[in-house]
């Protein structure tokens, strides 16, 4: 099954505005895809807004993120929300941050 990719044709700092990729299953593999863009969506994103499976970006929503503001299962960033969290701010099950807030903290700061 082949994957699914758009890539806008506006360009921001040599980036797609809108990048969309994701990945295909071959011999009973899936190959993930990379997007990169201003706005990335994808199995992989990697952009000022990131979403997907891992996102990395400004703001990042995903499994894993990490970016200045995150949210997914595992979130690290400055402002942070997930199951693990880990920031300046954090807020999770888990969180470690200069305040945190979640079952299990760990404060950092004052």
């Known amino acids: 099954m ?4 758009y890539r806008s ?3 921001w700092r040599g980036m797609p505005l809108v990048h969309v990729a994701f990945g295909h299953r071959e011999g009973g593999r899936y190959h993930a895809a990379r ?3 201003a706005i990335a969506v994808g199995d992989t994103a990697v952009g000022v807004v990131a979403v997907g499976i ?3 970006g400004v703001i990042a929503v995903a499994p894993v993120a990490l970016g200045l503001v995150a ?3 595992v979130a690290l960033g400055l402002v ?8 300046l701010v954090a807020a999770g099950v888990v969180a470690v941050g200069v305040r945190a807030v979640g079952a299990v903290r760990l404060g950092l700061g004052g």
């Open 54 to 56: 891992v996102a990395v």
């Open 35 to 37: 997007a990169c863009g």
């Open 80 to 87: 942070s929300a997930g199951i693990v969290a880990v920031g």
């Open 2 to 5: 082949p994957g699914f990719e």
């Open 9 to 11: 044709s506006e360009n």
């Open 71 to 73: 949210v997914g299962v």
